[in-house]
């Protein structure tokens, strides 16, 4: 499968978003912001869809949207924590405008279901230079951002106390979270990227306690999830997204089996 140019381009691709989205994933995790996350992933359906609108690429169109949403979720701070409902209108408006913008434009219904669903096979030589620019900034960003993000995390009441602010690192860390959302939809599609981005990072946990041992194998979950689940479908031809959910399903289930045998 190798011998062709678009699967090269698919598994280069999925294994940068992979290892990005499982480390990121981790602390979303950690952090109980998942719904968070997910809400960014149809902000970024509707950036998408109306920079298609406009006439620009999609993709740049989701990283801004979602990096705008990101940084004003994180100025909430850690209010966000159990603002469910208020997540949950964002994250239905964001869709419904989004099928607004598709209104106007009713040729790119194939374009809608790649950002639906995810389009790895699609990813060409510049979404790949992209998508790997992404990845180097968010993990760069992250590192930089690691000590406090942790201590706020953790023991959020004494960081404060000893002068971090809870609101920055919120603000940081969810436009760090909102570029690895724009970067995983490129792969499993607005519905599905709990699949790369919690699936994993979850599962790590569960297997393990210690940062780095968890964080190690939240990306290796995820990579080998991307990776087995495009071998899979093109022995198949099966959608990619499908083999890779069901393998986030599988491989979470077999880590609560774990815990639950310790």
């Known amino acids: 499968m190798f011998e062709y140019d678009f699967m090269v381009n698919a598994f280069a691709a999925s294994g940068i978003v992979a290892v990005l989205s499982g480390i990121v994933g981790y602390f979303l995790v950690m952090r109980g912001q998942t719904f968070a996350g997910h809400a960014l ?11 298609v609108l406009l006439g620009m690429s999609p993709l740049w169109g989701m990283v801004g949207f979602t990096l705008a949403a990101g940084v004003g979720m994180g100025a909430l701070g850690e209010r ?11 994250l239905s408006l964001s869709l419904g405008f989004g099928l607004l913008f598709l209104h106007f434009f009713t040729a790119y ?4 279901t790649a950002l639906l669903f995810g389009n790895v096979l699609g990813v060409n030589h510049e979404t790949l230079v992209v998508l790997a620019g992404l990845a180097v900034v968010s993990l760069a960003a992250l590192a930089f951002i690691m000590r406090p993000l942790m201590f706020a995390s953790l023991q959020p009441e004494l960081a404060e106390a000893k002068g971090v602010s809870l609101r920055l690192v919120s603000v940081l860390f969810l436009a760090i979270t909102a570029l690895a959302v724009a970067a995983c ?23 393990t306690t210690r940062l780095s041992s968890g964080l190690v194998l939240a990306a290796l979950f995820a990579l080998g999830q991307a990776w087995f689940g495009l071998t899979l479908a093109y022995y198949t031809d099966w959608p ?3 083999w890779i959910t069901i393998l986030a399903a599988l491989v979470y289930g077999a880590s609560l089996i774990g815990r639950r045998g310790n």
């Open 185 to 207: 939809t490129q792969i499993v599609g607005v519905l599905l990227v709990f699949a790369l981005m919690v699936g994993p990072a979850a599962a790590a946990q569960n297997v």
């Open 41 to 51: 992933s149809h902000v970024g359906f509707t950036g998408a869809t109306g920079a």
């Open 109 to 112: 219904a194939t374009q809608a």
């Open 240 to 242: 990619t997204s499908f």
């Open 80 to 90: 966000l924590s159990g603002r469910d409902v208020a997540i949950g209108v964002i």
